[in-house]
Nanobody, 114 residues
Framework: QVHLVESGGGLVQAGGSLKLSCAAS????????MGWYRQAPGKQREVVAS???????NYADSVKGRFTISRDNAKNTMYLQMNSLKPEDTAVYYC????????WGQGTQVTVSS
């Protein structure tokens, strides 16, 4: 059974940093593409960053230059380093693993105060 567990969210002032982690179990982690998504209140879930099994990376325009996605296949863990945070980054952040199915974590809240 596949489980994705996010951690690292919290409350931070604008300009601050947070590092999110997504720990995966029940899959051969290195085989699949992974991604970070976020959903702000009243808005649709949107992709933040994605990384293929080969390490190819894409970012949403809104986070380019501020966020860094990475993965450690030996630890079955994906990360999202978030710097220069803005109030508009406030959202619940989810990790996603795409196999034959889509798997999602439960989410971790990130709140950026102005």
């Amino acid at each position: 059974q596949v489980h994705l567990v996010e951690s690292g969210g919290g409350l931070v002032q604008a300009g601050g940093s947070l590092k999110l982690s997504c720990a995966a179990s029940g899959i051969t982690f290195s085989t699949y593409a992974m991604g970070w998504y976020r959903q702000a209140p009243g808005k649709q879930r949107e992709v933040v960053a994605s990384i293929t099994r080969g390490g190819n990376i894409n970012y949403a325009d809104s986070v380019k230059g501020r966020f860094t996605i990475s993965r450690d296949n030996a630890k079955n863990t994906m990360y999202l380093q978030m710097n220069s945070l803005k109030p508009e980054d406030t959202a619940v952040y989810y990790c996603r693993c795409t196999t034959v199915y889509d798997y999602w974590g439960q989410g971790t809240q990130v709140t950026v105060s102005s």
